[in-house]
């Protein structure tokens, strides 16, 4: 297992979306993401999980959170937020044949999983987007 090539191999799919001008490994609170510099997106390590079992190999859980900002001050936010959260969805949609996202063969399989939490923009110019995303390995 390498940490660095999984996390590099998620993000590398994330960013390849169309639509941001801004995208990073290093999270930046969007009050420091300027208007111009979005929509961006940031990816951050959350937690690692192992659960092993004796004589079966160690399953470990990674959760990543990534963060999507738009700003967009002669719309509502959310019409330029939704369509980058369907992209995310898209790179993360597992092969047809097994069912599975597997990040190009380093892992069992990456996915969305959980509460995707959002301000849409609804009292403002900003909208904010964190995906939660669960990389399973298998060791």
């Known amino acids: 297992m390498n940490r660095e090539q999984i996390y590099s191999a998620l993000f590398a799919k994330l960013a390849a979306a169309p639509g941001y001008k801004t995208t990073s490994r ?33 399953v470990w859980s990674f959760e990543v959170d990534v963060y999507v ?9 959310s019409q330029l937020l939704n369509p980058l959260l369907d992209a995310i969805g898209t790179a993360l949609a597992p092969d047809p044949i097994t069912n599975k996202c597997r990040l190009g063969g ?34």
Not at 31 to 39: F, G, H, N, S, T
Not at 69 to 77: E, F, G, L, N, T
Not at 108 to 113: G, N
């Open 26 to 58: 290093k999270l930046l609170h969007w009050a420091d993401v300027k208007p111009q510099e979005q929509p961006a997106l940031f990816q951050a390590q959350r937690r690692e999980m192992a659960l092993t079992t004796p004589g079966q190999p160690t």
């Open 69 to 77: 900002y738009v700003y967009a001050k002669s719309s509502a936010p």
């Open 106 to 139: 380093l892992v069992e399989h990456a996915w969305i999983e959980g509460a995707i939490q959002t301000d849409e923009g609804t009292l403002g110019d900003q909208a904010v987007a964190i995906i939660p995303i669960v990389i399973k390995v298998v060791v």
